[in-house]
């Protein structure tokens, strides 16, 4: 291979293929590769400003190779092209090269297998798979959020797409003491396999990735965060208990519930207000029939101390009053084939194309209008990934490009929209809920949650895991709905048990707010006429959702987490801040805070919030005790006060009330 050095990068050549490693921040290393004749320049995520240590290049013109070091990381490029990294000098990441040639010759065979593996479509661009040697005894963490009990990820494959209840957020953070950026937002598929790791992009125009060494997982989520951007410092006055049901449908029922907390003494910090109180899909506004005074409303709801969240979907009814216009003005997605429609609940829709800088400012100046000048706090950007009638990916394009090279983007650009609306605004505490993200996101004021999952314990338990792993690629800013949002029947004991540890557990998560669809479906709708179908009159809703909604027993728990939950206010302000200062999660795994205790790495049902508090939730029904494990030092109990010394598993009490707790000394 031919290297030149070009300031802190080393230029690969060999045939069709330009490569390009460069230091890239603190101890990392930015990676590209393309077939064409130059990079795109595209940062992707890779967008802050960032300063390498001290960097050394190497280039031996007469073999062929070369390396180049930024702190503690080094990657060497041999005659042939493949990449081997080092962390400190021990090697931690090996191209997969299983063919002729080059110093690696003795350990290849003759299988023609390549790491950078370039398939081109005709007439277009390239489906890509990079091929990495596979670690025995490695652990993988992070990648975004999945539907799955698994934390640690070695095993496993995972879509690189978004969907419901699902954000890909590539980002791999290994035991070994590195992090793996994909720095591509097609779709595609990483798989961490015992033989070898792949990524596949299936529509690209180059191979992009960042990697860093660091000596602890905060290190490595450090550096990371540095390079791909960190959330701003969470606005305080959300920090207490969030009320969300499917769904309040008049403004009338929205003020009876936030009287009624008022009135038993109870803080509401937030109230949600869910999908079709529009008239369509696509017209952002309030259905003037149900909702008659919305400044009226809000004022009310602010002088009760409790801010208003709003639904905004980015679906928009071909009957919508603004949809001929986006159609005109191309602002909305496009297939490639067929009927144009995108989504088919409640309406024959097509998607707003929030990758047109065009479609961002059009949806923001309708919510600006509608909502915002309203006094509307937050905006609940639901369907982001986007939502789609059917995921055929490759059956849809964007303003950017191909949806398969570059729809993982979406949810990003959604909650830019919203970010840099707001923010022209005058408002420095911007924050909007979303049900997907990817890397940069948290730039942009953005909250995930988990989507619309199931209310049963095997779904509760992988909300933990998503939580974690999420935190670990890089998104501090999590929260999970409360209880589950399908089939929690308000009626069966089993659920409301559910639903209580559920809450028990919320306590703990960066945003508590409690939500579901409430089964059964058996409330009559408001209007009552068959040719009526559109508004939020017509629509289902589910039962009721409130504190007080499932009995005195849970109420009085509830009652009880949430005054919990207040005390912890000055702690959690503590810890949203330390997420803005080095991109820490507020769920942490075991092993992010006991780095060098190996028990911490095989822990997968308990975590850290913060630094100081040890959470053991209840994963099973009619459970009224469990094993925690306490690393090293003194533990106390916060619900009796009784004092423990680390080291060890105990066996904690887990009443009906509470989960076992403990904090740190």
Known sequence: ??????????????????????????????????????????????????????????????????????????????????????????????????????????????????????????????????????????????????????????????????????????????????????????????????????????????????????????????????????????????????????????????????????????????????????PRQGDWRFDEKYWTDPKAMVDELHAMGTRVVVSVWPSVDRKSENFYEMYEKGLLMRTERGTIETYDFQGDCVEIDLTNPEARKYIWEKCKKNYYDYGIDIFWLDNAEPDLAVYDFDNYRYYEGPALEVSNLYPMYYAQAFYEGQVAEGNDKVLSLLRCGWEGSQKYGALLWSGDVQSTYESFKDQLSAGLNIGLAGISWWTTDIGGFMNGDVNDPKFIELLERWFEMGVFLPIMRLHGDRDPHNIPALVDDPNIDYGGGYLYTGQPNEIWSYGKECEEIMKKAIELRISLKPYLEKIYKEAHENGSPLMRTMFYEFPEDSKCWELEDQYMFGPDYLVAPIFSAETFEREVYLPAGTWTDIRDGKQYEGGKTIVAPAPIDSIPVFKRN
């Open 1 to 278: 291979m031919f290297f030149t050095q070009e300031g802190n990068a080393v230029i690969g050549k060999k045939g069709n293929e330009t490569l390009r490693v460069e230091a890239w921040g603190t101890d990392a290393l930015r990676v590209r590769s393309t077939v064409y004749p130059q990079f795109t320049g595209r940062a992707r995520a890779l967008t802050e400003k960032v300063t390498p240590g001290k960097v050394d290049i190497a280039i031996d013109s007469e073999k062929g190779t070369a390396e180049i070091t930024n702190g503690k990381i080094k990657c060497t490029i041999n005659e042939v092209g493949v990449i081997t990294f080092y962390k400190d000098g021990k090697k931690i990441l090996r191209e997969y090269y299983r063919s002729y040639g080059g110093s690696l010759s003795k350990e290849c065979i003759c299988l023609k297998i390549i790491a950078r593996d370039y398939k081109p479509y005709t007439a277009g661009d390239y489906k890509f798979t990079y091929t990495l040697e596979s670690n025995d005894g490695e652990k993988i963490y992070g990648m975004g959020q999945y539907q799955q009990d698994y934390l640690d990820l070695k095993g496993c494959t995972l879509e690189l797409a978004q969907r419901n209840s699902q954000t890909s957020v590539p980002f791999a953070l290994s035991s070994l003491g590195y992090g793996f950026f994909w720095n591509n937002p097609a779709v595609g598929r990483a798989t961490f396999g015992k033989n070898y790791t792949t990524w596949v992009a299936e529509d690209t125009k180059e191979m992009d990735y960042w990697i860093t060494a660091g000596d602890t997982p905060k290190d490595i989520i450090a550096n990371f965060t540095e390079a791909v951007g960190r959330p701003a410092i969470m606005r305080s006055d959300v920090l207490g208990f969030w009320q969300c049901k499917l769904r309040y449908r008049t403004q009338e029922e929205v003020l009876t519930v936030a009287r009624k907390y008022k009135e038993m003494g109870i803080p509401l910090d937030v109230i949600v207000i869910d999908f079709f109180h529009w």
